[in-house]
């Protein structure tokens, strides 16, 4: 039986490895920042405190990460920008699948139509009928966002999946460089 010599392994690869492993254990903290920012959405609408604290737990996850890419650096050595990028981009994939994993489950098993009925409701008020006629002069905005509303309730919980997919790993390539900026680190921790 021949063992492997590990040692010998190129740089570069051990250290992808190593990066990709951290951003799957980071990308979990800041997934569940995600998972609870859209579960208080959802209580959001209901009450509207709830929203507002999901929004702020949502922004959280940003400064999470960048203190994430910290503890990489003052674990594994200096954090270099391509790497910096490459391990936020990752962290927040990871996130963005995560999120997207809660979302269908929430969508296929619990939602029951409260968002469409709650937007439904919104929709009706008379401060929300004026705004809408303003924004669209000349339109039937009831007739248009009934149809908008019809068409959300008539997709399917993976189609919604798919389209929350894009969205996250959108918003994950958005504010992995502005993280990945704030969180490198290249000089050793002894000198800072």
């Keep these: 039986m021949s063992e492997t010599n590990y040692n010998n392994r190129p740089q570069a690869a051990t250290d992808a490895n190593q990066t990709r492993a951290y951003a799957g254990y980071y990308g979990l ?48 050595g200096p954090l270099p920008l391509r790497r910096a990028w490459y391990l936020s981009w990752m962290m927040f994939l990871a996130a963005a699948l995560i999120c997207t994993s ?9 939602d029951d139509g409260l968002l469409v009925r709650s937007y439904t409701e919104l929709l009706q008020q008379p401060e929300a009928q004026d705004m809408l006629s303003r924004m669209l002069p000349g339109q039937d905005t009831e007739a248009m966002m009934n149809e908008a509303l019809s068409l959300f309730a008539a997709t399917p919980p ?7 997919l894009f969205w996250n790993v959108l918003l994950a390539t958005i504010v992995a460089f502005p993280v990945a900026l704030l969180g490198k680190q290249t000089l050793p921790p002894t000198y800072r």
């Design 102 to 110: 809660a979302q269908y489950i929430y969508f296929a098993y619990i």
């Design 29 to 76: 903290w800041v997934g569940l920042c995600w998972v609870i920012s859209f579960g208080m959405y959802i209580a959001g609408l209901r009450a509207p405190a709830w929203g507002t604290m999901g929004l702020l737990v949502g922004l959280l996850s940003l400064p999470l990460g960048v203190r994430l890419l910290r503890s990489f650096s003052d674990q594994v």
């Design 158 to 164: 993976s189609q919604l999946a798919i389209q929350f």
